[in-house]
């Protein structure tokens, strides 16, 4: 099993409509979850992060979290063409040595259509 | 602003070169990654260090090893390249603490013939 699953789509939606990207996870003992968001060609970059259970919202997304279900999601309302890109999972895990370590899903597609 | 830059954006190189891949911060980060980007792989932590001079292996470091001399720069080097490390190479900072809000660099596209 992977530690971060996503599906890689690519997810198709009209401007304007509601995006809703997933996101598993296998260790229970996860505590931090994170989307990053990357352009073609471009670096990822931070948006949302999500700590406890429940929705985090930050203007146009909001991040869910259901630690018994090992799931997070973003929702993204209104979308814009803009918005067309790659949208990586990523949690924290600990590893053997203690240390902690940041594992990235393989993202989804997203592509927002005018 | 902060900028982690990477030495190159394209690199060319050839099997059984050893291959240095330089990374420079300037925002006074302790933590830096490397990571290597493959299509249907995503993003796959080889190396990390927390400090100066300090360095733990992540999930794929065989073939590599890395050096940090100095706070600012984290250097990835690959002993013997060969063709499977050909990849994108992200080299990423944080802040003490948080290891989650990965500032990367631009990347390095690396082709090993």
């Known amino acids: 099993q992977k530690e971060v699953e996503q599906n890689s789509g690519p997810l198709s939606v009209p401007e304007g409509a509601i995006a809703s990207l997933n996101c598993t996870y296998s260790?229970?003992?996860?505590?931090?979850f994170f989307w990053y968001r990357q352009y073609s060609g471009k670096s990822p970059e931070l948006i949302m992060s999500i700590y406890s259970n429940g929705d985090k919202e930050d203007g146009r997304f909001t991040a869910q979290l259901n630690k018994a279900s090992q799931y997070v999601s973003l929702l993204i309302r209104d979308s814009q063409p803009s918005d067309s890109a790659t949208y990586l999972c990523a949690v924290n895990f600990i590893m053997n040595t203690g240390f902690q370590k940041l594992v990235f899903g393989t993202g989804t597609r997203l592509l927002v259509s005018p | 602003d902060v900028k982690v830059t990477q030495s190159s954006r394209y690199l060319v190189k050839r099997t059984g070169e050893k291959v240095f891949l330089e990374c420079v911060q300037d925002m006074d980060h302790e933590n830096m990654f490397w990571y290597r980007q493959d299509p249907g792989l995503g993003l796959r932590l080889i190396y990390f260090?927390?400090?100066?001079?300090?360095?733990e292996k992540g999930d794929i470091p065989e073939g590599y090893s890395v050096s940090r001399e100095k706070k600012e720069r984290f250097s990835l080097i690959l002993e013997s390249a060969s063709t499977n490390q050909t990849s994108m190479y992200l080299c990423?900072?944080?802040?003490?603490?948080?290891?989650?809000?990965?500032?990367f660099g631009s990347g390095t596209q690396l082709s090993v013939l």
């Open positions: 990423a900072s944080s802040l003490t603490g948080t290891i989650e809000k990965l500032f």
């Open positions: 260790d229970r003992v996860s505590q931090s």
């Open positions: 260090s927390y400090d100066v001079k300090m360095k």
